[in-house]
T-cell receptor, first 114, second 111 residues
């Protein structure tokens, strides 16, 4: 089975610019997650979707971050405007409805804000 | 969310067994114990999970203490490819059932 696809793999932007990341989950996986992983730390959940509805976005900095999952399949995560502290790897994961049989993660997008 | 405690780092020799400990003294009755690992420059990868009984799969074994306050991930024969950060996570399948990652244990495997 194909894995979770993410693009781009790397991105370098200047502070105050905007950036968008794309994720295509495993076919049939209803639940999709975005995580932020700062160097040396474990991944931090930003937002969780079930189909195209948001289940949990309590850790998403909504003044600058936004995410959508149109039609319950692909998802995009946007940052506008970016800050230096947003430099991190952004990981997308998907699972069956309740996630009880594991999440499948993509390889992530490494963002550097200069 | 209940928390887990893991050693920051461990070392192992290639082809020897590795026992990765995890303490979770505040675990609730509905929390499952999940293990994920993250190889360099990759996203985390599911390893194994369990509730009360010991579990085995092709990657590893999970030994859960009778009181469920601790667990151990067992890699039966470590290879160089097993060098990674291993995360022990408690997950309540109810509500949103989200995975909350801690710092994990960095495993080094020496040839």
């Amino acid at each position: 089975e194909a894995g979770v696809a993410q693009s781009p793999r790397y991105k370098i932007i200047e502070k105050r610019q905007s950036v968008a990341f794309w994720c295509n989950p495993i076919s049939g996986h209803a639940t999709l997650y975005w995580y932020q992983q700062i160097l040396g730390q474990g991944p931090k959940l930003l937002i969780q979707f079930q189909n195209n509805g948001v289940v949990d976005d309590s850790q998403l900095p909504k003044d600058r971050f936004s995410a959508e999952r149109l039609k319950g399949v692909d998802s995009t995560l946007k940052i506008q405007p970016a800050k230096l502290e947003d430099s991190a790897v952004y990981l997308c994961a998907s699972s069956l409805w309740d996630g009880n049989y594991g999440y499948t993660f993509g390889s992530g997008t490494r963002l550097t804000v200069v | 969310d209940a928390k887990t405690t893991q050693p920051n780092s461990m070392e192992s020799n290639e082809e020897e067994p590795v026992h990765l400990p995890c303490n979770h003294s505040t675990i609730s009755g509905t929390d499952y114990i999940h293990w994920y690992r993250q190889l360099p420059s990759q996203g985390p990868e599911y390893v194994i999970h369990g509730l009360t009984s010991n579990v085995n799969n092709r990657m590893a074994s999970l030994a859960i203490a009778e009181d469920r306050k601790s667990s151990t991930l067992i890699l039966h024969r470590a290879t160089l490819r097993d060098a990674a950060v291993y995360y022990c996570i408690l997950r309540d399948p109810g509500n949103t059932g989200k995975l909350i990652f801690g710092q994990g244990t960095t495993l080094q495997v020496k040839p």
